[in-house]
Nanobody, 119 residues
């Protein structure tokens, strides 16, 4: 498994931007597909988006499509989540997760980083 650490969360106002990072260590990061998830208080964990091993393919939840962008730099063992036009409903703890397979469960999870968007 690979170890993941998220960073970059914080408090912003609605309409502003944040960029989260997911740094990996352990095994070669290019072997892993990476997903971003979030969980707001009292709500279930929600899928945000994912990126392929090479970074050529991405997929997003409808709730963030057009506002969020996932990218990766395998040389730096890091995946990014660029969040623009943030809304109060984006407030949550954001997690990155990694898996080697195309489908199935994510094998490794980070500890999460808090994003709070004020209105």
């Amino acid at each position: 498994q690979v170890s993941l650490v998220e960073s970059g969360g914080g408090l912003v106002q609605a309409g502003e931007s944040l960029r989260l990072s997911c740094a990996a260590s352990g095994r070669p990061f290019s072997n892993y597909r990476v997903g971003w998830f979030r969980q707001a208080p009292g709500r279930e964990r929600e899928f945000v988006g994912r990126i392929s091993k090479s970074g050529s393919d991405t997929y997003y939840a409808d709730s963030v499509k057009g506002r969020f962008t996932i990218s990766r730099d395998n040389a730096k063992n890091t995946v990014y989540l660029q969040m623009n036009s943030l809304k109060p409903e984006d407030t949550a703890i954001y997690f990155c997760a990694a898996r080697e397979t195309l489908t199935g469960a994510y094998e490794s999870w980070g500890q999460g980083t808090q994003v709070t968007v004020s209105s």
